[in-house]
């Protein structure tokens, strides 16, 4: 589970900062038993409120980083919109936690991101094997 972070300012590292960001959210390891992916968003958020908090802060860097990569601002709403949905149900004991395994706020955003860097910028693109 190599975590690779491009230092760089252009458009490729930023993306691949972005998906990382989101697998480790989103699915860094396996519920033990099962093949379920789950990330340290799923984690953190079985604290009661303040884990929700931090996952929210967490989930931000990706919608920071589509503002630094020039994403229209109906597009960074939408993103905001999608992680203050995983905060505002994801703070509800119980109910939150199996929306937060359900929801994955960070990978709708990062495929909002997929979508708009191959429609503007294809050559970010990278071919997965």
């Known amino acids: 589970m190599g975590f690779d972070l491009p230092l760089g300012n252009d458009l490729a590292s930023i993306r691949r900062r972005i998906e990382q960001a989101e697998r480790l959210l989103e699915s860094s390891f396996t519920i033990p038993g099962t093949n379920y992916p789950v990330g ?9 409120v303040v884990g929700d908090l931090i996952s929210a802060a967490l989930g931000s860097y990706i919608v920071w980083e589509a503002r630094n990569l020039g ?59």
């Open 40 to 48: 340290l968003d799923a984690v953190i958020g079985l604290v009661p």
């Open 71 to 129: 994403l229209p601002k109906w597009k960074l709403f939408r993103m905001m919109g999608n992680l203050g949905v995983d905060t505002a149900i994801g703070a509800i004991p119980l109910v939150g936690d199996a929306f937060d395994l359900a929801f994955r706020s960070n990978t709708r955003n990062l495929r909002i991101v997929r979508r708009h860097l191959d429609k503007h910028h294809p050559e970010t693109r990278i071919i997965e094997q």
